[in-house]
Protein backbone atom coordinates (compact mmCIF):
# COMPACT_ATOMS: atom_id res chain seq x y z
CA UNK A 1 0.00 0.00 0.00
CA UNK A 2 3.43 2.37 0.25
CA UNK A 3 2.58 5.00 2.24
CA UNK A 4 4.62 8.46 3.36
CA UNK A 5 4.89 9.63 7.08
CA UNK A 6 6.24 13.17 7.24
CA UNK A 7 7.75 13.44 10.53
CA UNK A 8 7.87 17.34 12.16
CA UNK A 9 10.15 17.13 15.24
CA UNK A 10 9.83 20.96 15.93
CA UNK A 11 11.43 22.82 19.21
CA UNK A 12 11.84 22.53 22.38
CA UNK A 13 11.39 18.52 23.57
CA UNK A 14 10.18 18.03 20.31
CA UNK A 15 12.72 15.99 18.56
CA UNK A 16 13.48 14.30 21.46
CA UNK A 17 10.03 12.37 21.85
CA UNK A 18 9.50 12.29 18.16
CA UNK A 19 12.90 10.01 18.18
CA UNK A 20 11.24 7.75 20.17
CA UNK A 21 8.38 7.48 18.24
CA UNK A 22 10.00 7.02 15.08
CA UNK A 23 11.76 3.79 16.66
CA UNK A 24 8.30 2.14 17.30
CA UNK A 25 6.89 3.80 13.68
CA UNK A 26 10.21 1.73 12.16
CA UNK A 27 9.90 -1.13 14.23
CA UNK A 28 5.88 -1.55 13.75
CA UNK A 29 6.96 -0.75 9.53
CA UNK A 30 9.18 -3.51 9.51
CA UNK A 31 6.84 -6.30 12.19
CA UNK A 32 3.97 -5.56 10.03
CA UNK A 33 5.68 -5.06 6.61
CA UNK A 34 3.65 -1.60 6.23
CA UNK A 35 5.76 -0.01 3.28
CA UNK A 36 6.05 3.02 4.89
CA UNK A 37 8.49 5.93 4.12
CA UNK A 38 9.70 8.39 6.44
CA UNK A 39 10.30 11.50 5.49
CA UNK A 40 11.21 14.56 7.95
CA UNK A 41 11.02 18.64 7.76
CA UNK A 42 11.84 21.29 9.67
CA UNK A 43 8.79 23.36 11.63
CA UNK A 44 8.46 25.93 14.11
CA UNK A 45 11.30 28.01 15.53
CA UNK A 46 13.64 25.69 13.49
CA UNK A 47 12.40 26.26 10.57
CA UNK A 48 12.27 30.40 11.21
CA UNK A 49 16.07 29.87 12.56
CA UNK A 50 17.17 27.48 9.73
CA UNK A 51 14.88 29.81 6.73
CA UNK A 52 13.28 32.78 8.51
CA UNK A 53 9.74 31.17 8.37
CA UNK A 54 7.95 28.74 11.26
CA UNK A 55 6.31 27.08 8.09
CA UNK A 56 8.51 27.00 5.00
CA UNK A 57 6.94 26.42 1.34
CA UNK A 58 8.96 23.06 1.45
CA UNK A 59 7.60 22.00 4.41
CA UNK A 60 4.07 22.64 3.47
CA UNK A 61 4.68 21.07 0.27
CA UNK A 62 5.41 17.88 2.05
CA UNK A 63 3.10 17.83 4.37
CA UNK A 64 -0.01 18.14 1.40
CA UNK A 65 2.07 15.03 -0.03
CA UNK A 66 2.05 13.08 2.91
CA UNK A 67 -0.42 10.58 3.84
CA UNK A 68 -0.35 11.27 7.59
CA UNK A 69 1.91 13.97 9.71
CA UNK A 70 3.64 12.98 13.02
CA UNK A 71 4.39 16.18 14.96
CA UNK A 72 6.62 17.02 17.75
CA UNK A 73 5.71 20.48 19.45
CA UNK A 74 6.99 24.16 18.52
CA UNK A 75 7.57 27.34 20.15
CA UNK A 76 10.06 28.40 23.32
CA UNK A 77 11.47 31.59 24.79
CA UNK A 78 13.80 32.13 21.93
CA UNK A 79 11.38 33.14 19.50
CA UNK A 80 8.90 35.06 21.88
CA UNK A 81 9.79 39.02 20.85
CA UNK A 82 10.34 38.43 16.91
CA UNK A 83 7.72 39.45 14.69
CA UNK A 84 4.48 38.33 15.57
CA UNK A 85 3.51 36.02 12.14
CA UNK A 86 6.75 34.81 12.22
CA UNK A 87 6.33 33.00 15.56
CA UNK A 88 6.28 29.09 16.00
CA UNK A 89 2.85 28.77 16.75
CA UNK A 90 1.76 30.61 13.90
CA UNK A 91 3.72 28.26 11.71
CA UNK A 92 1.51 25.42 13.45
CA UNK A 93 -1.48 27.28 13.06
CA UNK A 94 -0.99 27.85 9.18
CA UNK A 95 -0.19 23.94 9.11
CA UNK A 96 -3.58 23.17 10.74
CA UNK A 97 -5.37 25.48 8.28
CA UNK A 98 -3.39 24.91 4.83
CA UNK A 99 -4.60 21.20 5.31
CA UNK A 100 -8.32 21.62 6.54
CA UNK A 101 -7.65 20.04 9.57
CA UNK A 102 -10.54 20.97 11.46
CA UNK A 103 -11.28 18.07 13.39
CA UNK A 104 -9.15 17.75 16.65
CA UNK A 105 -9.84 14.67 18.35
CA UNK A 106 -8.12 14.54 22.31
CA UNK A 107 -9.19 11.37 23.79
CA UNK A 108 -8.21 11.44 27.93
CA UNK A 109 -7.96 7.73 28.95
CA UNK A 110 -6.67 7.04 32.30
CA UNK A 111 -4.15 3.99 32.25
CA UNK A 112 -5.24 1.77 35.56
CA UNK A 113 -1.30 2.01 36.27
CA UNK A 114 -1.35 5.77 36.79
CA UNK A 115 -4.75 5.82 38.74
CA UNK A 116 -2.21 7.39 41.72
CA UNK A 117 0.03 9.71 39.65
CA UNK A 118 -3.20 11.79 39.08
CA UNK A 119 -3.59 15.10 41.48
CA UNK A 120 -7.48 14.07 41.79
CA UNK A 121 -8.55 11.21 43.91
CA UNK A 122 -8.23 7.58 42.14
CA UNK A 123 -11.93 7.49 43.16
CA UNK A 124 -12.48 10.13 40.65
CA UNK A 125 -10.50 9.70 37.73
CA UNK A 126 -10.41 5.52 37.35
CA UNK A 127 -11.36 3.88 34.29
CA UNK A 128 -12.12 7.24 33.01
CA UNK A 129 -12.32 7.37 29.10
CA UNK A 130 -12.95 10.53 28.00
CA UNK A 131 -12.95 12.27 23.80
CA UNK A 132 -12.64 16.13 23.39
CA UNK A 133 -13.62 17.19 19.78
CA UNK A 134 -12.01 20.39 19.27
CA UNK A 135 -12.93 22.85 16.20
CA UNK A 136 -9.28 23.47 14.90
CA UNK A 137 -9.27 25.67 11.84
CA UNK A 138 -11.87 28.34 13.27
CA UNK A 139 -13.32 30.34 16.17
CA UNK A 140 -11.25 33.06 17.46
CA UNK A 141 -7.31 31.46 16.58
CA UNK A 142 -8.53 32.51 13.17
CA UNK A 143 -11.51 34.73 13.14
CA UNK A 144 -10.78 38.48 11.78
CA UNK A 145 -10.39 41.11 12.55
CA UNK A 146 -7.15 41.00 14.70
CA UNK A 147 -4.72 42.41 16.01
CA UNK A 148 -3.20 45.64 18.19
CA UNK A 149 -3.76 49.11 17.30
CA UNK A 150 -3.48 52.64 18.97
CA UNK A 151 -6.67 54.33 19.95
CA UNK A 152 -6.52 57.58 22.01
CA UNK A 153 -3.39 57.20 22.78
CA UNK A 154 -3.05 53.61 23.97
CA UNK A 155 -2.95 50.13 22.18
CA UNK A 156 -6.04 48.16 21.90
CA UNK A 157 -5.93 44.13 21.42
CA UNK A 158 -8.77 42.84 19.53
CA UNK A 159 -9.55 39.60 18.17
CA UNK A 160 -13.05 37.90 16.93
CA UNK A 161 -14.81 34.64 17.71
CA UNK A 162 -16.52 33.35 14.22
CA UNK A 163 -18.15 30.29 13.11
CA UNK A 164 -20.43 29.69 10.47
CA UNK A 165 -23.62 26.90 10.38
CA UNK A 166 -21.37 24.85 7.99
CA UNK A 167 -18.37 25.36 10.40
CA UNK A 168 -20.45 23.74 13.36
CA UNK A 169 -21.94 21.39 11.45
CA UNK A 170 -18.87 19.80 9.79
CA UNK A 171 -17.14 19.31 13.57
CA UNK A 172 -20.71 18.21 15.05
CA UNK A 173 -21.21 15.72 12.64
CA UNK A 174 -17.76 14.34 13.78
CA UNK A 175 -18.41 14.23 16.98
CA UNK A 176 -22.11 12.54 16.55
CA UNK A 177 -20.41 10.17 14.88
CA UNK A 178 -17.38 9.06 17.28
CA UNK A 179 -20.80 9.11 20.15
CA UNK A 180 -22.13 6.68 17.86
CA UNK A 181 -19.16 4.28 18.17
CA UNK A 182 -18.59 4.81 21.96
CA UNK A 183 -21.13 5.38 24.69
CA UNK A 184 -23.43 7.78 22.36
CA UNK A 185 -23.43 10.75 24.99
CA UNK A 186 -22.48 13.70 23.58
CA UNK A 187 -21.92 17.51 25.37
CA UNK A 188 -21.77 20.10 23.75
CA UNK A 189 -19.74 23.53 25.35
CA UNK A 190 -20.59 27.11 24.77
CA UNK A 191 -20.99 30.27 26.39
CA UNK A 192 -24.54 30.79 25.10
CA UNK A 193 -25.17 33.26 28.16
CA UNK A 194 -22.80 35.81 26.82
CA UNK A 195 -21.76 34.79 23.21
CA UNK A 196 -23.96 34.85 20.22
CA UNK A 197 -21.44 32.88 18.56
CA UNK A 198 -21.86 30.13 20.59
CA UNK A 199 -25.59 30.63 20.77
CA UNK A 200 -25.65 29.77 17.16
CA UNK A 201 -23.24 26.73 17.85
CA UNK A 202 -25.38 25.22 20.57
CA UNK A 203 -28.65 25.53 18.05
CA UNK A 204 -27.06 24.17 15.04
CA UNK A 205 -25.87 21.13 17.56
CA UNK A 206 -29.73 20.60 18.40
CA UNK A 207 -30.75 20.86 15.40
CA UNK A 208 -29.06 17.93 14.39
CA UNK A 209 -29.70 15.49 16.83
CA UNK A 210 -32.74 14.90 15.03
CA UNK A 211 -30.31 12.95 12.45
CA UNK A 212 -29.01 10.95 15.47
CA UNK A 213 -31.91 9.70 17.85
CA UNK A 214 -29.42 7.05 19.45
CA UNK A 215 -27.15 10.37 20.67
CA UNK A 216 -27.93 11.71 24.10
CA UNK A 217 -26.88 15.56 23.54
CA UNK A 218 -26.58 17.74 26.56
CA UNK A 219 -24.86 21.19 26.72
CA UNK A 220 -23.19 22.98 29.41
CA UNK A 221 -21.54 26.52 30.05
CA UNK A 222 -17.70 26.34 29.36
CA UNK A 223 -16.67 27.34 33.33
CA UNK A 224 -19.17 24.75 34.08
CA UNK A 225 -17.99 22.42 32.56
CA UNK A 226 -14.18 23.35 33.38
CA UNK A 227 -15.49 22.72 37.03
CA UNK A 228 -17.34 19.46 36.41
CA UNK A 229 -14.27 17.86 34.57
CA UNK A 230 -12.10 17.93 38.13
CA UNK A 231 -15.38 17.18 39.96
CA UNK A 232 -16.84 14.28 38.01
CA UNK A 233 -15.20 13.72 34.71
CA UNK A 234 -16.38 10.19 34.62
CA UNK A 235 -19.85 11.73 33.78
CA UNK A 236 -18.83 12.62 30.38
CA UNK A 237 -18.24 10.74 27.56
CA UNK A 238 -17.31 13.11 24.27
CA UNK A 239 -17.48 16.33 24.66
CA UNK A 240 -17.48 18.71 21.44
CA UNK A 241 -16.52 22.54 21.61
CA UNK A 242 -15.25 25.30 19.83
CA UNK A 243 -11.49 26.03 19.19
CA UNK A 244 -10.62 28.27 22.36
CA UNK A 245 -12.60 26.48 24.28
CA UNK A 246 -11.36 23.15 23.47
CA UNK A 247 -7.62 23.88 24.02
CA UNK A 248 -8.47 24.99 27.50
CA UNK A 249 -10.54 22.01 28.46
CA UNK A 250 -8.32 19.31 26.75
CA UNK A 251 -4.98 20.41 29.13
CA UNK A 252 -7.79 20.14 31.79
CA UNK A 253 -8.44 16.83 31.05
CA UNK A 254 -5.01 15.82 30.54
CA UNK A 255 -4.40 16.11 34.14
CA UNK A 256 -7.06 13.74 34.99
CA UNK A 257 -4.99 11.29 33.45
CA UNK A 258 -1.76 12.00 35.56
CA UNK A 259 -0.02 14.05 33.21
CA UNK A 260 0.01 16.37 30.17
CA UNK A 261 2.82 13.76 28.92
CA UNK A 262 0.19 10.86 28.24
CA UNK A 263 -2.16 12.51 26.18
CA UNK A 264 -2.32 11.62 22.10
CA UNK A 265 -3.69 13.99 19.52
CA UNK A 266 -5.38 13.71 16.16
CA UNK A 267 -6.62 16.53 13.37
CA UNK A 268 -8.30 14.98 10.52
CA UNK A 269 -9.41 16.53 7.69
CA UNK A 270 -12.37 15.90 5.74
CA UNK A 271 -10.72 12.88 4.40
CA UNK A 272 -9.37 11.88 7.43
CA UNK A 273 -5.84 12.67 6.18
CA UNK A 274 -4.43 13.79 9.71
CA UNK A 275 -1.67 15.43 11.90
CA UNK A 276 -0.97 13.73 14.90
CA UNK A 277 0.90 15.49 18.00
CA UNK A 278 1.13 14.95 21.65
CA UNK A 279 -1.27 17.92 23.48
CA UNK A 280 1.71 19.11 25.21
CA UNK A 281 3.79 21.73 24.47
CA UNK A 282 7.83 22.29 23.48
CA UNK A 283 8.33 22.36 27.64
CA UNK A 284 11.67 24.07 26.78
CA UNK A 285 12.31 24.33 30.79
CA UNK A 286 12.93 20.22 30.38
CA UNK A 287 14.48 19.81 26.30
CA UNK A 288 17.85 18.64 25.87
CA UNK A 289 17.95 17.00 29.11
CA UNK A 290 16.38 13.01 28.02
CA UNK A 291 13.96 13.12 30.80
CA UNK A 292 10.46 14.01 28.94
CA UNK A 293 8.23 11.29 28.26
CA UNK A 294 7.53 10.16 24.64
CA UNK A 295 4.53 8.49 25.65
CA UNK A 296 1.82 11.02 24.25
CA UNK A 297 3.73 10.93 21.29
CA UNK A 298 3.91 7.20 20.49
CA UNK A 299 0.34 7.30 21.79
CA UNK A 300 -0.17 9.93 18.90
CA UNK A 301 1.60 7.43 16.53
CA UNK A 302 -1.15 4.73 17.42
CA UNK A 303 -3.71 7.25 16.48
CA UNK A 304 -2.36 7.66 12.78
CA UNK A 305 -2.12 4.19 12.57
CA UNK A 306 -6.28 3.70 13.45
CA UNK A 307 -7.50 6.70 11.52
CA UNK A 308 -5.31 7.56 8.70
CA UNK A 309 -3.78 4.20 7.57
CA UNK A 310 -6.91 2.48 8.57
CA UNK A 311 -4.79 -0.16 10.92
CA UNK A 312 -6.64 -0.42 13.92
CA UNK A 313 -4.77 -3.69 14.42
CA UNK A 314 -1.43 -2.26 14.77
CA UNK A 315 -2.68 0.73 16.90
CA UNK A 316 -3.89 -1.49 19.69
CA UNK A 317 -0.42 -3.22 19.64
CA UNK A 318 1.18 -0.08 19.68
CA UNK A 319 -1.24 0.91 22.87
CA UNK A 320 -0.96 -2.23 24.51
CA UNK A 321 3.20 -2.22 24.19
CA UNK A 322 3.04 1.38 26.28
CA UNK A 323 0.13 0.04 28.46
CA UNK A 324 2.61 -2.82 29.11
CA UNK A 325 5.97 -0.62 30.10
CA UNK A 326 3.59 1.14 32.30
CA UNK A 327 2.49 -2.57 34.17
CA UNK A 328 6.37 -2.88 34.53
CA UNK A 329 6.69 0.16 36.70
CA UNK A 330 9.20 1.83 34.22
CA UNK A 331 8.12 5.83 34.96
CA UNK A 332 9.32 9.20 33.81
CA UNK A 333 9.89 12.14 36.16
CA UNK A 334 6.03 13.39 35.10
CA UNK A 335 4.78 10.57 36.27
CA UNK A 336 7.15 9.39 38.49
CA UNK A 337 5.24 6.94 42.04
CA UNK A 338 6.83 5.56 45.06
CA UNK A 339 7.98 1.83 44.05
CA UNK A 340 8.09 2.43 40.58
CA UNK A 341 11.15 2.53 38.15
CA UNK A 342 12.50 6.19 36.94
CA UNK A 343 13.52 6.09 33.36
CA UNK A 344 14.32 9.16 30.61
CA UNK A 345 12.90 9.91 27.56
CA UNK A 346 14.94 7.27 25.57
CA UNK A 347 15.05 4.19 28.20
CA UNK A 348 11.03 4.63 27.80
CA UNK A 349 10.91 4.77 24.10
CA UNK A 350 13.07 1.60 24.08
CA UNK A 351 11.36 -0.20 26.58
CA UNK A 352 8.37 0.62 24.61
CA UNK A 353 10.12 -1.26 21.17
CA UNK A 354 10.86 -4.28 23.36
CA UNK A 355 7.37 -4.67 24.35
CA UNK A 356 5.70 -4.41 21.05
C1 LIG B 1 -2.42 23.03 21.40
C2 LIG B 1 -1.46 24.17 21.63
C3 LIG B 1 -1.54 25.13 20.45
C4 LIG B 1 -2.96 25.65 20.39
C5 LIG B 1 -0.51 26.27 20.44
C6 LIG B 1 0.90 25.75 20.54
C7 LIG B 1 -0.66 27.17 19.26
O1 LIG B 1 -1.71 24.79 22.84
O2 LIG B 1 -2.29 22.34 20.39
O3 LIG B 1 -3.29 22.84 22.25
O4 LIG B 1 -3.28 26.61 21.12
O5 LIG B 1 -3.76 25.10 19.64
MG1 LIG C 1 -3.16 23.78 24.04
Not at 54 to 68: C, G, H, I, N, S
Not at 97 to 119: D, E, H, M, V, Y
Request: net charge negative; proline share 5%; aromatic share 6%.
Amino acid sequence: MSKNILVLPGDGIGPEIVAEAVKVLEKVNADFQLDISIDEALVGGAAYDAAGDPLPEKTLDKARQADAILFGSIGGPKWDAIERDKRPERGLLRLRSSLGLFANLRPAILFPQLASASTLKPEVVSGLDILIVRELTGGIYFGQPRGIREENGERVGFNTDVYSESEIRRIARVAFELAMARDKRLLSVDKANVLEVTELWKEVVDSMSAEYPDVEVSHMYVDNAAMQLVRAPKQFDVIVTGNLFGDILSDEAAMLTGSIGMLPSASLDENRKGLYEPCHGSAPDIAGQGIANPLATILSLAMLMRYSLERGDVADVIEAAVERVLEQGLRTADIMADGCTPVGTQAMGDAVVAAL
